[in-house]
């Protein structure tokens, strides 16, 4: 879902109502703006904001046209049917602080007419809504969008099995059974078995099988019922075609509770007789012949629930679960497996990370060499080793031993044979597209992340990894946004979503208040999340709120690389540099590089030791080259900063010499992404390089597509630009970013005075 909003709604509504002729911009700014004076940039942001939801271009235009020197014109052609706009699609009455206007909807207007272009936008899915009482997640179909492309097996989705009124014991029974039903067909390698994470909310008994199917893209469903007396089971199940929506057969198993492998061995041979696939052989624990321990496996299966949740202290709890399901049961390697895990996704979330990958992308492979983090990766390991010694056949345990290998050959070796052995574990292929991004393999990424979507495409964390890679290898703003709110559509409580959105919020649309009001919903969620309340202290400092800031890292522990930035705000280089060199090295990798950088050559060039400066910077810089390309890009910040500090250290040769080679690389990414989108980046350079026209070109385009953060630096702070802050350039595009910063400061005052956003006092 695109948003728009309120005063760019207007204007749009303005200038389709006058599309005959030119509208000036002081008729707009009147129209829209009644009885209140403004700037014209307020105009400029509002058309800027139309054509990025409309997808328009300013110099190609196929709905808003610039008449240079005269105004604006609405150039789509238009039919004579009255736009007839779903009710979900409205937008919802907006106050006009200025005056008593009515509220408007579009339902409201019959002059408003579908253009042919803005037809076949909406049925796409565009809709323009109100941005500022617009709650997160965003309303969307009940289906999240999917990759599409054809799956070349037979697709069998396992429902949750229900539990019986009166059936004994735990809740998690019946999840149990659909876990180890589902485990046993992903071993199918004829089939492609649609994951758990996309089993949630399909527990209704009255949903439409066929609908069920369409949503889950599964031609066949497996659902039943499960009920505990004693120490006797019964299991009724059923198999479904979704296409005909006729259940092609069902079966009923009463049998003691130590013939649970007998049953799903039955079921599983039952399943594939009737889709005609070869039986895969059973794993030792997958056999008709293995026990089952269900009050261990119910303790595994309670522990992956609360692994989903992404948050620290489930993550802790999940460990003591898999800890005791595997005293009861010694021999579940599964248990293991999810131990190891459990514990490599909570060192992972409770580390301090800023670095703009999400959890989904880094699954749970942990940066550093501290003595913790050793102690962590040794314990893992050697619950993954344990779970294969029990189950060579284990394919994600193996995918776990190729996340923790160093070797990038070996790795890739054991990614395979682990998706060879566990060919329908869509998390495997997640953790594999992440091995090839950093591998700089983007491409073979994002294809890995979509079979991971074909697998399982209700998914949250799937959408998010979609969502990342779109971002860093396209520049798709659009794409990413509507991902992870499909992502919040699915799970609403999944607060990494609502970190990574804020993020894009704030550094790629300007939409500062909108970042905090999304940011403190997901600190709200995960209290403990260091990520979210470092960015969040950056959000607040791009709205000139540095009490907010110092406040929402007051709980946080160890200090994160935000109070660099906040020493920054407050003019105080030496104690930001303190605070850099406080860092370890492993730690600059956790948080935004070029601040650290800043802060360093800052310090340098107050106290003149440039030498210890360079020393620092160099080391740091080392690691990102020897990390290959893509980490020279993740990087380019403090690349700039490195270059500029050799140059006023008096080696100049090697400062251009870095610079214009990280120019190339800059260049040849910026193919196939947005256009100006790496504007700030190229100012820098050309700043450096002293080309300072095309600094001011590329000043100006970074302005014009929002990146208004961190201008409070920039403008204000940054030495490179010290020698064009008098120009009278430098200060209009200052005077922009601080227009911005003001009118977005003042909308979070409106919005905290109306109790819609948290105030964070000292």
């Known amino acids: 879902m695109l948003p728009l909003a309120g005063r760019a709604f207007d204007v749009l509504e303005h200038l389709v109502r006058h599309r005959d002729r030119v509208v000036g911009k002081e008729e707009l700014l009147s129209a829209v703006w009644p009885g209140v004076v403004v700037e014209e940039n307020n105009l400029n942001q509002a058309v800027h904001a139309i054509r990025r939801a409309l997808g328009d271009s300013r110099d190609a235009p196929e709905f808003l046209a610039t008449v240079p020197g005269r105004g604006y014109r609405f150039v789509a052609r238009l039919q004579d049917q009255p736009l007839q706009v779903p009710e979900k699609l409205l937008a919802p009455p907006r106050a006009d602080p200025a005056g008593s206007r009515s509220p408007t909807v579009w339902y409201r207007r019959p002059y408003v007419y579908v253009a042919a272009g803005l037809a076949g936008l909406l049925v796409a899915g565009l809709s323009i809504v109100g941005l500022r009482r617009e709650s997160v997640p965003a309303r969307l179909p009940p289906a999240a969008e999917t990759a599409r492309q054809p799956l070349d097996r037979p697709t069998i989705a396992v429902l949750p099995f229900r539990t019986s009124a009166d059936s004994e014991g735990s809740e998690f029974l019946a999840q149990s059974v659909t876990d180890l039903l589902r485990n046993r067909l992903t071993s199918f390698k004829d089939v492609v078995v649609i994951g758990s994470g996309s089993m949630s909310g399909q527990t209704d008994a009255r949903l439409n099988v066929r609908d069920v199917g369409q949503k889950l893209r599964a031609r066949f469903l497996l659902h039943g019922s499960v009920a505990r007396t004693g120490d006797q089971l019964r299991i009724g199940v059923q198999l479904v075609d979704t296409e005909s929506g006729s259940e092609l057969w069902s079966t009923t198993f009463d049998r003691s509770v130590s013939d649970a492998a007998a049953i799903r061995e039955g079921i599983a041979q039952r399943v594939a007789g009737t889709l005609n696939i070869a039986v895969e052989p059973a794993a030792s624990d997958a056999s008709a012949d293995a026990r089952i321990n269900l009050d261990a496996y119910e303790l595994y299966v309670q522990g992956q629930q609360l692994m989903s949740n992404l948050r620290v202290d489930d993550a802790e709890k999940a460990v003591e679960l898999f800890r005791r399901a595997t005293i009861l049961d010694p021999t579940l390697a599964r248990g293991y497996l999810a131990l190891g895990q459990a514990q490599l996704l909570a060192s992972r979330l409770s580390t301090p990370d800023d670095t703009g990958a999400p959890p989904a992308l880094t699954g749970y492979r942990l940066s550093g060499k501290t003595m913790e983090t050793m102690q962590v990766l040794a314990e893992a390991q050697k619950a993954f080793d344990r779970s294969l010694e029990l189950d060579p056949a284990l394919g994600e345990a193996w995918i776990e031993r190729a996340s923790l290998n160093s070797d990038p050959v070996k790795a890739e070796e054991l990614y395979r044979k682990g998706?060879?052995?566990?060919?329908?574990?869509?998390?495997?292929?997640?953790?594999?597209?992440?091995?090839?991004?950093?591998?700089?393999?983007?491409?073979?990424?994002?294809?890995?992340?979509?079979?991971?979507?074909?697998?399982?495409?209700?998914?949250?964390?799937?959408?998010?990894?979609?969502?990342?890679?779109?971002?860093?290898?396209?520049?798709?703003?659009?794409?990413?946004?509507?991902?992870?709110?499909?992502?919040?559509?699915?799970?609403?409580?999944?607060?990494?979503?609502?970190?990574?959105?804020?993020?894009?919020?704030?550094?790629?649309?300007?939409?500062?208040?909108?970042?905090?009001?999304?940011?403190?919903?997901?600190?709200?969620?995960?209290?403990?999340?260091?990520?979210?309340?470092?960015?969040?202290?950056?959000?607040?400092?791009?709205?000139?709120?540095?009490?907010?800031?110092?406040?929402?890292?007051?709980?946080?522990?160890?200090?994160?690389?935000?109070?660099?930035?906040?020493?920054?705000?407050?003019?105080?280089?030496?104690?930001?540099?303190?605070?850099?060199?406080?860092?370890?090295?492993?730690?600059?990798?956790?948080?935004?590089?070029?601040?650290?950088?800043?802060?360093?050559?800052?310090?340098a060039i107050v106290t003149g030791d440039y030498a210890s400066a360079l020393k620092l910077l160099a080391s740091q810089y080392a690691m990102g080259r020897f990390g290959g390309a893509g980490m020279r890009m993740w990087s380019r910040g403090l690349a700039l900063v490195y270059g500029h500090t050799l140059i006023l250290a008096g080696e100049t040769q090697r400062g251009r010499d870095l610079v214009t080679s990280l120019m190339v690389q800059i260049d040849s990414e910026s193919v196939g992404r947005t256009k100006d989108w790496f504007s700030r980046e190229r100012a820098t350079a050309f700043a450096i390089l002293g080309e300072d026209e095309r600094a001011f070109k590329e000043l100006a385009a970074s302005v014009k597509t929002m990146k208004f953060y961190r201008w409070w630096y920039l403008a204000e702070l940054d030495p490179l630009y010290e020698h064009l802050r008098g120009d009278p350039r430098f200060q209009a595009l200052a005077e922009q970013a601080k227009q911005h910063r003001r009118s977005q400061r003042a909308l979070l005052d409106e919005l905290r005075r109306k109790g819609e956003v948290l105030k964070r006092a000292s």
């Open 419 to 603: 998706l060879r052995l566990a060919p329908n574990y869509g998390v495997g292929y997640m953790r594999f597209s992440g091995f090839l991004y950093g591998q700089y393999r983007k491409g073979e990424a994002i294809e890995m992340i979509d079979r991971a979507r074909q697998i399982d495409p209700l998914t949250p964390t799937l959408h998010l990894r979609k969502a990342f890679l779109l971002m860093v290898s396209r520049s798709d703003v659009a794409g990413h946004d509507r991902l992870v709110r499909e992502a919040l559509a699915i799970n609403p409580k999944l607060h990494p979503a609502l970190t990574q959105l804020a993020l894009s919020r704030y550094e790629f649309s300007g939409e500062f208040v909108d970042a905090v009001r999304i940011i403190e919903q997901s600190i709200a969620l995960d209290p403990q999340s260091v990520r979210g309340r470092s960015r969040a202290a950056r959000i607040y400092l791009d709205v000139d709120d540095p009490v907010a800031a110092m406040a929402v890292l007051r709980d946080s522990q160890p200090p994160t690389s935000a109070m660099v930035e906040i020493a920054q705000y407050q003019r105080d280089p030496r104690r930001a540099a303190a605070l850099t060199r406080s860092r370890s090295t492993e730690q600059w990798e956790l948080g935004p590089i070029a601040p650290m950088a800043e802060a360093i050559r800052d310090d």
